[in-house]
């Protein structure tokens, strides 16, 4: 499977599947808290899921779109980089658990690990970019695909420094300059790997259906542009309630109502209709298709809670763990697996009993799972703007129904993920070129 | 995909640059509240024991725990101490030497005086927009 992209992609797919099992056991704590005891504890857990899921959409990232560049600008693979690639993915990944297994945290949320670790994925950041700057040359007439997948290796490296500001005494000592760039810099960074995945998104689509109309150019840069826009300068929806000078509060607001422009957009294409039936007899084109669903959900959903009049109700809610999870899951790692099921080419094809039943076991249980913690949310949310009414624990009581709801749903999701991890792990015993 | 791309790219690129610099050199705060020794010590061991994990400031970090933003305030230090050291059927119990117990007050009694975290608290302006 995929030539010499084997074995990193086997590198995200295992930090993927050490990331379900934690989530699994850290969601568990919701309605049985505690339920490990000292063994292994919450906020170990809780790292060990974000950290391994993150290397898992990073990883994964850097993986498919480096494919994809290496195919489209026929490269030829470098043996000596790969190697080194393999090596800091899986320094990263061993060095991440590690630290989280041994309780020895110092770092941020989603980075608690000590500050040198980072050197692994700046490292692999900074290999992505060297990559990423050949496309540099004619960029000015290139697809957008190559735009993408530039803007999105630069930003990495330079949002991944921009993370660890708090090191500034100038920034640790300020909590709210320290809290502001913390939450900019989070949410660039969510901008940096999109670009990379959705970049290599559309152009899986124009390799699977080159007979497609393409967009006209102006079109497709503005929507570009709008995404750059949204990653450089849209992070101040995750801080409204932070006491900031307002002009931070309405750029970030200004910015965010001009993405209702990409849901009209997706909306209106919607009902222009897809008529690609014969895509979706790929496992390609089922994953494209399910991503494409959830993005209509996940950002109809940021798009509310990105009015600072809802976003008091939202903030500091599982509504906005439902936006979160529910794009990590049902858009990126969607389009993840649409990407490295392109590259194995015996998967391809649709019709094995087993991976369609997990596949809508996975759509179904992440639409339930998505639905309880907008539930949860609610509640919580309820409570926030009338405290007086009870106490926390007695709002986190009420929440149990939506908790179990959660667990379980989530647990079926994580399930439903391992049926294709092995599918696009075995190996098939056949020639397989790169290509 | 023309130079004109490429310009606004790049003129994306330098505004970002420079917004970016002046955030950190200069801040966007309203009131500027700044750490002592004692409080700087407690948001390190706030980091070292991940806190975050399950606790907010300002509605951000874990949801397992409440928002610790104005707990200095509601709860006072009796209660914030006592809270470490005991847990709850929830939260463990923190085996921290008395004076780390000391800065992380200090440092929650410094969150404290930043501002007011609690949503009900905010008023809803006629553009949508929110204010404390």
Same mark, same amino acid.
């Given at each position: 499977?995929?030539g010499?992209?084997?074995?990193?992609?086997?590198?995200?797919?295992?930090?993927?599947?050490?990331g379900?099992?934690?989530?699994?056991?850290?969601?568990?704590?919701?309605?049985? =808290?505690?339920?490990?005891?000292?063994l292994?504890?919450?906020?170990?857990?809780?790292?060990?899921?974000?950290?391994?899921?993150?290397?898992w959409?990073?990883f994964?990232?850097?993986?498919?779109?480096?494919?994809?560049?290496?195919?489209?600008?026929?490269l030829k693979?470098?043996?000596?980089?790969s190697?080194?690639?393999?090596?800091?993915?899986?320094?990263?990944?061993?060095?991440?658990?590690?630290?989280?297994?041994?309780?020895?945290?110092?770092?941020?949320?989603?980075?608690?690990?000590?500050?040198?670790?980072?050197?692994?994925?700046?490292?692999?950041?900074?290999?992505?970019?060297?990559?990423s700057?050949?496309?540099?040359?004619?960029l000015?007439?290139?697809?957008?695909?190559?735009?993408?997948?530039?803007?999105?290796?630069?930003?990495?490296?330079?949002?991944?420094?921009?993370?660890?500001?708090?090191?500034?005494?100038?920034?640790?000592?300020?909590?709210?300059?320290?809290?502001?760039?913390?939450?900019?810099?989070?949410?660039?960074?969510?901008?940096?790997?999109?670009?990379?995945?959705?970049? *290599?998104s559309?152009?899986?689509?124009?390799?699977?259906?080159?007979?497609?109309k393409?967009?006209?150019?102006?079109?497709?840069?503005?929507?570009?542009?709008l995404?750059?826009?949204?990653?450089?300068?849209?992070?101040?929806?995750?801080?409204?309630?932070?006491?900031?000078?307002?002009?931070?509060?309405?750029?970030?607001?200004?910015?965010?109502?001009?993405?209702?422009?990409?849901?009209?957009?997706?909306?209106?294409?919607?009902?222009k209709?897809?008529?690609?039936?014969?895509?979706?007899?790929?496992?390609?084109?089922?994953?494209?298709?399910?991503a494409?669903?959830?993005?209509?959900?996940?950002?109809?959903?940021?798009?509310?809670?990105?009015?600072?009049?809802?976003?008091?109700?939202?903030?500091?809610?599982?509504? *906005?763990?439902?936006?979160s999870?529910?794009?990590t899951?049902?858009?990126?790692?969607?389009?993840?697996?649409?990407?490295?099921?392109?590259?194995?080419?015996?998967?391809?094809?649709?019709?094995?009993?087993?991976?369609?039943?997990?596949?809508?076991a996975?759509?179904?249980?992440?639409?339930?799972?998505?639905?309880?913690?907008i539930g949860?949310?609610?509640?919580?949310?309820?409570?926030?703007?009338?405290?007086?009414?009870?106490?926390?624990?007695?709002?986190?009581?009420?929440?149990? =129904?939506?908790?179990?709801?959660?667990?379980?749903?989530?647990?079926?999701?994580?399930?439903?993920?391992?049926?294709?991890?092995?599918?696009?792990?075995?190996?098939?015993?056949?020639?397989?070129?790169?290509? | 995909?023309?130079?004109?791309?490429?310009?606004?790219?790049?003129?994306?690129?330098?505004?970002?640059?420079?917004?970016?610099?002046?955030?950190?050199?200069?801040?966007?705060?309203?009131?500027?509240?700044?750490?002592?020794?004692?409080?700087?010590?407690? #948001?390190?061991?706030?980091?070292?024991?991940?806190?975050?994990?399950?606790h907010?400031?300002?509605?951000?970090g874990?949801?397992?725990?409440?928002?610790?933003?104005?707990?200095?305030?509601?709860?006072?230090?009796?209660?914030?101490?006592?809270?470490?050291?005991?847990?709850?059927?929830?939260?463990?119990?923190?085996?921290?030497?008395?004076?780390?117990?000391?800065?992380?007050?200090?440092?929650? #009694?410094?969150?404290?005086?930043?501002?007011?975290?609690d949503?009900?608290?905010?008023?809803?302006?006629?553009?949508?927009?929110?204010?404390?």
């Amino acid at each position: 499977m995929m030539g010499n992209m084997r074995t990193p992609a086997i590198i995200s797919l295992g930090a993927l599947s050490l990331g379900l099992i934690a989530g699994i056991l850290a969601s568990h704590h919701y309605p049985n =808290p505690g339920f490990l005891g000292s063994l292994i504890r919450f906020d170990q857990l809780r790292p060990l899921h974000t950290g391994f899921i993150l290397c898992w959409i990073i990883f994964g990232a850097f993986t498919v779109s480096t494919q994809a560049m290496r195919q489209d600008l026929d490269l030829k693979p470098f043996p000596l980089l790969s190697a080194a690639r393999n090596f800091l993915m899986i320094a990263a990944l061993t060095l991440m658990a590690g630290a989280y297994l041994t309780r020895t945290f110092g770092g941020r949320e989603y980075w608690e690990f000590p500050v040198w670790m980072i050197i692994p994925y700046m490292l692999l950041g900074i290999m992505q970019l060297l990559l990423s700057a050949r496309l540099w040359k004619g960029l000015a007439k290139a697809p957008v695909y190559h735009w993408m997948w530039l803007s999105g290796s630069l930003m990495f490296v330079l949002i991944l420094v921009e993370n660890y500001a708090w090191l500034l005494p100038g920034v640790f000592n300020d909590p709210i300059k320290d809290l502001t760039l913390q939450w900019k810099s989070a949410g660039a960074l969510v901008g940096a790997w999109n670009q990379l995945i959705y970049g *290599t998104s559309i152009w899986l689509m124009t390799r699977m259906s080159p007979e497609e109309k393409t967009p006209a150019p102006k079109a497709v840069m503005a929507i570009f542009f709008l995404g750059f826009t949204n990653l450089l300068f849209n992070w101040g929806h995750h801080i409204y309630t932070l006491p900031t000078a307002p002009y931070v509060r309405y750029i970030s607001y200004t910015i965010s109502m001009a993405e209702w422009v990409l849901l009209l957009k997706i909306m209106r294409d919607w009902m222009k209709g897809s008529g690609k039936s014969a895509i979706l007899s790929t496992w390609t084109g089922r994953f494209l298709r399910a991503a494409d669903r959830w993005v209509f959900f996940n950002l109809a959903l940021a798009l509310l809670m990105s009015i600072p009049a809802l976003n008091l109700f939202t903030h500091g809610t599982h509504i *906005t763990v439902a936006h979160s999870m529910g794009s990590t899951i049902g858009i990126n790692s969607m389009l993840l697996f649409a990407a490295f099921f392109y590259f194995s080419e015996k998967n391809r094809k649709t019709g094995i009993k087993y991976l369609n039943i997990s596949f809508w076991a996975m759509q179904g249980s992440l639409a339930i799972f998505w639905l309880s913690l907008i539930g949860s949310g609610v509640m919580r949310g309820m409570w926030q703007l009338n405290p007086g009414t009870h106490g926390f624990n007695q709002m986190i009581s009420d929440s149990l =129904p939506f908790y179990i709801t959660f667990f379980w749903s989530g647990s079926l999701l994580a399930l439903s993920f391992f049926p294709f991890i092995h599918a696009l792990i075995k190996k098939s015993g056949s020639n397989v070129s790169e290509n | 995909m023309t130079r004109k791309s490429l310009y606004i790219w790049i003129l994306l690129l330098s505004v970002w640059a420079v917004y970016t610099g002046f955030l950190i050199v200069k801040g966007a705060e309203k009131h500027e509240v700044i750490l002592d020794r004692s409080a700087a010590s407690g #948001k390190r061991i706030w980091q070292q024991h991940n806190c975050s994990s399950c606790h907010q400031l300002y509605g951000l970090g874990g949801y397992l725990g409440p928002d610790l933003t104005n707990v200095y305030h509601r709860g006072g230090e009796a209660y914030i101490r006592a809270m470490i050291k005991s847990g709850t059927a929830v939260m463990p119990a923190f085996d921290l030497p008395d004076h780390e117990i000391e800065d992380v007050v200090a440092f929650l #009694k410094t969150i404290d005086r930043t501002g007011n975290a609690d949503p009900a608290n905010y008023i809803v302006k006629p553009d949508g927009m929110i204010a404390p």
